[in-house]
């Protein structure tokens, strides 16, 4: 089905030069949408969003960036603001490309469906909206959220390079158009240019005039982007809030309050109590798919059988590393371990293991028992109050698998307990 949609020069939308090559509009406007996390924005995509324009003669690209990409959770994206910067002095006065910043304004997580959508509301009936995609991913948009609406909202203008598998090619084009999708294909240039390689250059501090129109190179130096190094707390605090639900949120404050007071208690270090506390459950809401990304398998066969509620330390830990900087091990331990523990837990570890359960919000009679254990005695009883507490409440359920890692930790706990004793007599 050929795509008749939303045609304008409307809010959120910001046009430089004209908007065809002639000078003169077709009745039927066609426009590219060239989506991407564009961090930075550099020579491959404006080479190649040029010959699809040409070859296809459509009237403009809109780039539009990602605001909080699903895809890339395992690392912090640039802010948006700098990014839709960089992108518009990229494009400063070149003739028919635009910039949106539909998705920027969102926070949350924004699919190709969400945006095509908004872009709707505000059309002409007859623009034609030409989705830009690299060939290699022809295969896998009738895996998209909601591809079926997306297939009658646009069709897709395919960037075909050079050395391009030409049987591979046929094979995804073929299944794409079998799942409903209408495709262009527009021939474009070998371009060996990759975000990934110009920021790490640019946080060596080399040169990257090479890759990105001079304004981009400018505007990242002045900004000092991409700089190697852990985020500042307030940053984590911001970035943690649009992963998280606002309940979910509170809690994670709770925590890291807790956290604080606990480690004031028992003598531990009060910022890496702080930190940790506010990114125990950072990866708690993620999709299964965004799991898988993070390389975590999803299956029945492990020791968690599968189940988020029981991973989301370990991804965790990995989003605290690869998106915030974190590499203190002490805090990364104690994420990943803060739903089970472990035998051998550090300070803190058990803290957040504890904090976890006794954080202001916390209610029901199992949270007062450890509040109350913890009150009377050591930190070592909370956490064997913890155990045991989560042990009776899945025997107690129906049909429901016990963690044998929690297990462990309550016998090391039980035995830790014991040694002290013995050694205080």
Known sequence: MTPSRAAQSADGIFFYGNASESGERRQTM???????????????????????????ALDKVVFVPAG??????????????DRLAMLRAAIGEREGFAVSD?????????????????LRRTAAADEEFYWIIGADTLADVFNWYRSADVFRLCAFAA??????????????????????????????????????????????????GAFVPEPVRAYIRQKNLYRPAQLHFSEIYEDVETLLSPRRFTHSIGVMEESVRLGERFGADREKCRLAGLLHD????????????????????????GKQVLLHGEAGAILAETRYGVRDPEILAAIRWHI??????GLLEQILFVADNTEPGREGAVFDLVRETLRKGSLLRAVLAECESTIQYVINGKDR????QTVRTRNWALKKIAEEAEHVG
């Not at 158009?177 to 790490?200: H, K």
């Not at 089970?340 to 837990?345: F, H, N, V």
């Open 30 to 56: 066609r426009t590219g949408i060239f989506g991407g996390t564009f961090d930075p924005v550099h020579n491959g995509h404006l080479i190649c969003a040029d010959a699809v324009r040409r070859q296809l």
């Open 68 to 81: 909080v990409p699903p895809h890339k959770i395992a690392r912090r994206i640039t802010p948006p603001e």
């Open 102 to 118: 539909i998705e920027c304004r969102r926070r949350k997580y924004t699919y190709t469906y969400d945006t095509l959508i908004e």
């Open 159 to 208: 960037m075909k390079r050079p050395g391009c598998d030409e049987t591979v090619f046929q094979q995804s084009l073929r299944k794409a158009q079998e799942a409903g999708a209408t495709v262009l294909v527009a021939d474009v240039p070998q371009i060996d240019i990759s975000a990934t390689q110009i920021r790490a250059a640019a946080g060596a501090g080399e040169e990257i």
């Open 282 to 305: 950072c990866a708690k809401e993620l999709t299964e798919q965004q799991y898988r990304w993070l390389g975590i398998k999803m299956d029945a066969s492990g020791e968690y059988d």
């Open 340 to 345: 089970t523990g472990r035998p051998e837990m």
């Open 401 to 404: 698998q016990l963690c044998t």
